[in-house]
């Protein structure tokens, strides 16, 4: 996997769209990216929102809540994307090797 720092910057700003509903997760895919990288960023922007009573969405990462859709998307971004990245890696990793056991 490239190690740039542009390719870096864009897995959490990716994420970031996908938890603050800016894309729909079933609409996100890049030609760029392995398969189960892009698998992986659908499964993690799923799990890093949720909204709470007002509408207005919440930080599963850290439980600051009350952002409206671009300011979680910004909040994400800023404050979370070294976790998003190693969230990303590591389900990749997942997502591989239950792939690889399929396979056998
Ligand atoms: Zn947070």
Redesign the pocket.
Known sequence: MPRSGLFRNRIEIYVARLAAELVPASEFDTPVLPRNIVHAIRNVGRLLSKKDGNGKYV??????KGFTKRGLYL??VR??GDEIRDLVSKEGERILSKKKVCIE
């Open positions: 930080c599963t990462l850290c439980g600051k909040h994400l404050m979370h």
